[in-house]
């Protein structure tokens, strides 16, 4: 009763935030738009279905989103709002890259699997003198800051890797551009954000490898379901994923959930709070059309949390942390995974051959998916398990914090005071504290300074003297105005609109403020 109580309590709330937003937050600048595979009309023009009127109406998402489509919203709280009627939307033969901010895109039925974004690019295709590379091959690129998305599934439905027999074998060796090779492993971007304080809300991201590249800037995920094979999560952005499933599509034996390259002068990384990561199979869905998918999922003790692709990325320090998450059994007990043997080399100079000098993974609280407490004694030696308080830092508002001291910042997390034990290296090792003002949480130790790969790192000193590396809007980010502005799914519909009704009506007989 008291658990029905609560809930009941968190739905008003938010159908209060989502009804003040509707009524109050939004201003005669922004404005809505309409996407439907049907509609005949002119791509731009005015258009008034089901009772409402859209700005402009468009047949296809690159039309919507692309050169001459839906323009800057006025704020994040005032996004110029794109949405979606059921259907499949192809974006084509080359990725849409969006760098249109303050936007918001939203499914019309609430459910993501009625509004599909998907394409068939892979990393490796050749249209012409050059392959795709990753970013390329991405379906659609989100690059403006104030981005937000809702109830809709983010794809990347190439023929490779359509993957049978547990092994990466194409069925067919030649995907959907005719007389163009595509390999079986190749990446195959599904969504890439690139903005800062982006938004995600019921949505779904489906792929096999590489699915979901953050590259840079501040996200949250909330509500969602993510989907893949290998390194499906992964660069550089600070990320909260919360209360989402994360799926392993279960066809890369050995493969891992993360792949962070986090920059050395960011405290955080992708950090997960009470998620579940399972395994399913993606056999017959929209990435699958042939049904060769593996239908058993990935096998117990097979899988890694994550490798850290840090190693490989000038100034890269990959963090990743989980938080009351409930974990598969196909996790191998050791958690995670160095990036090759450069990293584990002792004598290369870099890092002594010691992985946590360039990986910040930590776990609290990790369960069974019954919920019961997980057995970690058999992590790597190089990974962490927080205590309570440290666990307690890492709140949504805490990681979207400024990355000044709290000294100057007021308010804000102070990830940066910490510092590093005394004497915890040799002098003249080639380790961060060679500069004891090289400061971070305590509980990390040292750090690699000479990354693997070319140009290497020259990040030194303090970073708390250094600005937000990948933030430009800079400063503190709450994201709850932002999430407000959005639907919620179905379930809170009526009573979001409920709300926006009443507090519409006390508005209107408040006293008018000059």
């Known amino acids: 009763m008291e658990l029905r109580r609560r809930k009941g309590q968190k739905t008003l709330a938010m159908a209060v935030a989502v009804g003040a937003a509707a009524c109050l937050g939004r201003t005669a600048l922004a404005l809505d738009y309409y996407v439907d595979t049907t509609y005949g009309g002119a791509?731009?023009?005015?258009?008034?279905?089901?009772?409402?009127?859209?700005?402009?109406?468009?047949?296809?998402?690159?039309?919507?989103?692309?050169?001459?489509?839906?323009?800057?919203?006025?704020?994040?709280l005032n996004p110029n709002r794109v949405y979606f009627a059921a259907g499949t939307y192809n974006v084509g033969t080359s990725s849409l890259a969006v760098s249109t901010r303050n936007l918001a895109l939203i499914?019309?039925?609430?459910?993501?699997?009625?509004?599909?974004?998907?394409?068939?690019?892979?990393?490796?295709?050749?249209g012409g003198s050059t392959t795709l590379g990753t970013t390329n091959c991405s379906t659609i690129q989100l690059k403006g800051n104030n981005v937000s998305a809702a109830n809709i599934t983010f794809a990347n439905s190439t023929d490779t890797p359509y993957i049978v027999?547990?092994?990466?074998?194409?069925?067919?060796?030649?995907?959907?551009?005719?007389?163009?090779?595509?390999?079986?492993?190749?990446?195959?971007?599904?969504?890439?954000?690139?903005?800062?304080?982006?938004?995600?809300?019921?949505?779904?991201?489906?792929?096999?490898?590489?699915?979901?590249?953050?590259?840079?800037?501040r996200v949250l995920i909330t509500n969602s379901y993510i989907s893949g094979d290998n390194d499906f999560i992964f660069a550089n952005s600070t990320v909260?994923?919360?209360?989402?499933?994360?799926?392993?599509?279960?066809?890369?034996?050995?493969?891992?959930?993360?792949?962070?390259?986090?920059d050395k002068r960011t405290s955080n990384g992708f950090v997960f709070l009470n998620d579940t990561i399972q395994t399913s199979s993606a056999k017959g869905s929209i990435i699958d059309p042939l049904n060769a998918?593996?239908?058993?999922?990935?096998?117990?003790?097979?899988?890694?949390?994550?490798?850290?692709?840090?190693?490989?990325?000038?100034?890269?320090?990959a963090s990743t942390v989980l938080v009351n998450n409930k974990i598969t059994s196909a996790i191998k007990t050791v958690g995670w995974l160095a990036w090759n043997s450069n990293e584990t080399n002792v004598s290369n100079g870099k890092n002594g051959g010691n992985p946590a000098e360039d990986s910040r993974y930590a776990e609290y609280n990790s369960m069974d998916?019954?919920?019961?407490?997980?057995?970690?004694?058999g992590r790597v030696i190089w990974s962490h398990q927080l205590n309570a308080t440290q666990a307690a830092a890492y709140t949504t508002l805490?990681?979207?914090?400024?990355?000044?001291?709290?000294?100057?910042?007021?308010?804000?997390?102070?990830?940066?005071?910490?510092?590093?034990?005394?004497?915890?290296?040799?002098?003249?090792?080639?380790?961060?504290?060679?500069?004891?003002?090289?400061?971070?949480?305590?509980?990390?130790?040292?750090?690699?300074?000479?990354?693997?790969?070319?140009?290497?790192?020259?990040?030194?000193?303090?970073?708390?003297?250094?600005?937000?590396p990948t933030w430009t809007l800079g400063g503190n980010w709450d994201p709850t105005a932002q999430l407000a502005t959005i639907p919620e799914p179905a379930s809170l519909g009526l009573l979001g609109g409920a709300m926006a009704i009443i507090l519409c009506r006390r508005r209107d007989k408040s006293p008018k403020v000059r």
Do not use: C
């Open 43 to 76: 791509n731009g023009a005015a258009y008034t279905v089901n009772g409402k009127t859209y700005a402009g109406a468009y047949n296809s998402v690159s039309a919507a989103l692309g050169a001459g489509g839906v323009g800057n919203g006025s704020s994040a």
């Open 107 to 126: 499914g019309l039925t609430n459910n993501p699997n009625d509004v599909v974004i998907t394409s068939t690019l892979d990393a490796a295709y050749n």
């Open 165 to 217: 027999n547990n092994a990466h074998a194409a069925v067919t060796p030649s995907g959907t551009y005719t007389g163009n090779a595509q390999t079986s492993t190749a990446p195959a971007v599904a969504l890439l954000l690139q903005g800062d304080e982006q938004v995600l809300n019921n949505v779904k991201v489906l792929g096999y490898q590489d699915s979901l590249y953050m590259k840079g800037g």
């Open 240 to 262: 909260v994923i919360s209360n989402s499933i994360i799926n392993m599509d279960g066809d890369h034996i050995g493969g891992a959930v993360t792949a962070a390259s986090t």
């Open 293 to 317: 998918a593996n239908a058993n999922g990935a096998a117990v003790n097979s899988m890694y949390l994550g490798r850290p692709w840090g190693w490989q990325q000038a100034g890269g320090d």
């Open 369 to 377: 998916l019954s919920g019961a407490t997980l057995d970690v004694s």
């Open 398 to 468: 805490n990681v979207f914090s400024s990355e000044y001291n709290a000294s100057t910042n007021p308010g804000g997390y102070a990830w940066y005071d910490g510092g590093y034990p005394s004497g915890d290296n040799a002098a003249g090792s080639g380790l961060a504290d060679i500069n004891p003002s090289y400061s971070w949480p305590a509980f990390w130790g040292p750090r690699n300074i000479q990354n693997d790969g070319a140009g290497n790192s020259t990040i030194t000193g303090n970073p708390a003297a250094y600005s937000d």
